[in-house]
């Protein structure tokens, strides 16, 4: 069964410094999502992205972030100068377009530890 | 605003069946889906729902009243692997942002 990958599966950083994580999502699916979830707290929606284009961004996705589809299989989302406050799981997902395949589907998800 | 309501944590004893709740007010509604968190893992998807009524799958159920702005997850034949956290998420009016609530861990036991 087809499933979304991220890399790395943990990245340790220093306050200031910048990140980038990395995801593959599903080959057939179109749209791709970026969601973080602090330690002990909800699922929170950051961007989502469809044609080489953001098509929605949370408060939480301000200019220290930013997405890029560099190729024709990854999904990058760069995180500059980090925070400690950044510190989280964050999750990447995809979902095809139209009707139940609009489904979002999980990768496993990196844990990002900012020092 | 947004709101999505569930129980903190719920308990329940191997073989029984659970009925999770989840109550949402949102600035748009586009479906409500239900996902299982187990801990330090990526949601997955359970169940989904647009229309009102009931959606079955084997023993996982899902119910949505869009007018009540209600929906309620049922676990039959309840399993240890069950124990998870079960997520419900309203897809808002634009179609693409999941807004999810805090969830809900189920422990079962024997």
């Known amino acids: 069964e087809p499933e979304v990958t991220q890399t790395p599966s943990h990245q340790v950083t220093q306050m200031g410094q910048e990140v980038i994580l990395r995801c593959v999502p599903i080959s057939n699916h179109l749209y791709f999502y970026w969601y973080r979830q602090i330690l002990g707290q909800k699922v929170e929606f950051l961007v989502s992205f469809y044609n080489n284009e953001i098509s929605e961004k949370s408060e939480i996705f301000d200019d220290q972030f930013s997405v890029e589809r560099p190729d024709g299989s990854n999904f990058t989302l760069k995180i500059r100068s980090t925070k400690l406050e950044d510190s989280a799981m964050y999750f990447c997902?995809?979902?095809?377009?139209?009707?139940?395949?609009?489904?979002?589907?999980f990768g496993p998800g990196t844990r990002l530890t900012v020092l | 605003g947004q709101n999505i309501d569930q129980p903190t944590e719920m308990t329940a004893t191997e073989g029984a069946i659970v009925q999770i709740n989840c109550t949402y007010q949102?600035?748009?509604?586009?479906?409500l889906f239900w996902y299982q968190q187990h801990a330090g893992e990526a949601p997955t998807f359970l169940s989904y729902?647009?229309?009102?009524g009931l959606e079955e799958k084997g023993r996982f159920s899902s119910f949505l009243s869009r007018s009540k702005g209600y929906s309620y997850l049922l676990l039959k034949e309840l399993q240890m692997k069950d124990s998870a956290s079960y997520l419900c998420?309203?897809?808002?009016?634009?179609?693409?942002?999941?807004?999810f609530g805090k969830g809900t861990t189920l422990s079962v036991s024997s």
């Open positions: 729902n647009v229309l009102d």
């Open positions: 998420a309203v897809r808002n009016q634009a179609g693409t942002a999941l807004i």
């Open positions: 997902a995809s979902s095809g377009a139209g009707g139940r395949s609009d489904t979002q589907y």
């Open positions: 949102t600035s748009g509604f586009n479906g």
